[in-house]
């Protein structure tokens, strides 16, 4: 079982991901942490290519593992792979209140310009229109040309239905 789970900053990824992967006692990999160094998310601390090329191959030796994120050009990797995908669309309004309030990793509050940024970068994401850019268009086509289990999730209500779900779907490892 390998489920990639898209969507907006802020729009629950982590929060649903670390359910499901405690639920299905699995993996959890974030692309940020794919895409950039332990010191931040900005472009001075991104990972070379072949970096990021060695963590993918490593994530993918799993056969099972729950990936989240808004890249899309990890999410056109992942979804190759992937036996579930889950597309996020919560409102703006839901993704913002989650930002003001997210924390880094490492457990300190987001400084505040980096905080800034991922507002400014978020709220756009309905606007976008770049191919290889995170953007609502990108993440929906992947989500439409996937032929396997996919759930698009419009609400904080729906996510915790799904995890009941995930609770009880059980695993044969012997597939994957």
């Known amino acids: 079982m390998i489920i990639l789970i898209i969507g907006n900053s802020g ?25 950039y160094k332990p010191e931040g998310y900005t472009p001075e601390f991104e990972r ?20 989240e994120g808004a890249s899309i050009a990890l ?23 989650s930002i003001f309030t997210r924390n880094l990793d490492c457990g300190r509050p987001s400084p505040i310009e980096e905080r800034n940024s991922l507002l400014k970068w978020a709220e756009k994401y309905y606007e976008r ?19 396997k289990t996919k759930y698009r999730l419009d609400s904080r209500e729906e996510a915790n239905n799904l995890c009941t779900k995930f609770d009880d779907i059980k695993i044969d490892l012997s597939k994957y």
């Open 129 to 147: 229109t770049e191919k290889n850019i995170a953007s609502f268009k990108n993440h929906k086509k992947l989500f439409d040309d996937f032929k």
């Open 11 to 35: 729009c629950g990824k982590t929060y649903l991901s670390k359910n499901i992967a405690k639920i299905k006692k699995i993996p959890l990999f974030h692309m940020d942490q794919i895409k």
């Open 48 to 67: 070379t290519k072949e970096q990021i090329n060695q963590i993918v191959k490593n994530i993918m030796k799993n056969k099972s593992y729950v990936i």
């Open 75 to 97: 999410g056109r990797i992942f979804v190759k792979e992937a036996t579930h995908l889950i597309l996020i669309n919560y409102q703006w309004e839901v993704c913002k209140a």
